[in-house]
Nanobody
Framework: QVQLVESGGGLVPPGGSLRLSCATS????????LAWYRQVPGKQRELVAT????????NYADSVKGRFIISRDSDKKTFYLKMDSLKPEDTAVYYC???????????WGQGTQVTVSS
């Protein structure tokens, strides 16, 4: 059974940092591309960052470039989103997502709340 479990969310003041983790199980980790999305109430889920199955290519939404870093650890079967210089507009529920290369099925985590506020 595939499971993706996010952690690391919380309340942080503007300018602060957080690191989100997404622990995976039930997937062949090195055959999956991984992504972080976020969503605020009343809006569509937004793609934040992606990393390919071998960790070579990374892409970021313009709104987070230079502030967020996506990474993956094959030994721990976990991927991360390091978020620096957080802004109030980064407040959202953050979701991790895995997709096997060449397949269409998406696996989602349950989400973790990030709130940036003073």
């Amino acid at each position: 059974q595939v499971q993706l479990v996010e952690s690391g969310g919380g309340l942080v003041p503007p300018g602060g940092s957080l690191r989100l983790s997404c622990a995976t199980s039930g997937i062949i980790f090195n055959m999956h591309s991984l992504a972080w999305y976020r969503q605020v109430p009343g809006k569509q889920r937004e793609l934040v960052a992606t990393i390919d199955s071998i960790g070579r290519r990374k892409n970021y939404a313009d709104s987070v470039k230079g502030r967020f870093i996506i990474s993956r650890d094959s030994d721990k079967k976990t991927f991360y989103l390091k978020m620096d210089s957080l802004k109030p507009e980064d407040t959202a529920v953050y979701y991790c997502n895995a997709k096997r290369d060449g397949y269409q099925t998406l696996y989602w985590g349950q989400g973790t709340q990030v709130t940036v506020s003073s």
